[in-house]
């Protein structure tokens, strides 16, 4: 997410509580989603706001088969 909005991304974080579980969850989304063509397109334009992506649960977004391909094609050839 871009580092703006940081006191609603905050608000948004406590009322959401996230466990452990859940925290390893958003940041496996997080990992593939930095990837994605919505984040990567128009440098970036289409990322959400920190807020947004927390009120809108969107770590529980589906990877898309392109992203995924992507994803996969980063971790062969850069290993991460």
């Given at each position: ?49 920190p807020a947004t992506w927390i009120r ?25």
């Amino acid at each position: 997410p871009k580092k703006v909005g940081k006191g609603a991304a905050e608000a948004a974080w406590k009322v959401t509580r996230p466990d452990e579980a859940l925290v390893n969850q958003m940041l496996s989304a997080l990992l593939w989603q930095r990837l994605s063509d919505q984040w990567t397109k128009d440098r970036g334009q289409f990322i959400p706001h920190p807020a947004t992506w927390i009120r809108q649960r969107r770590w529980e977004d589906q990877e898309s088969a392109p992203d995924m391909l992507e994803r996969k094609k980063q971790e062969i050839l850069y290993g991460h």
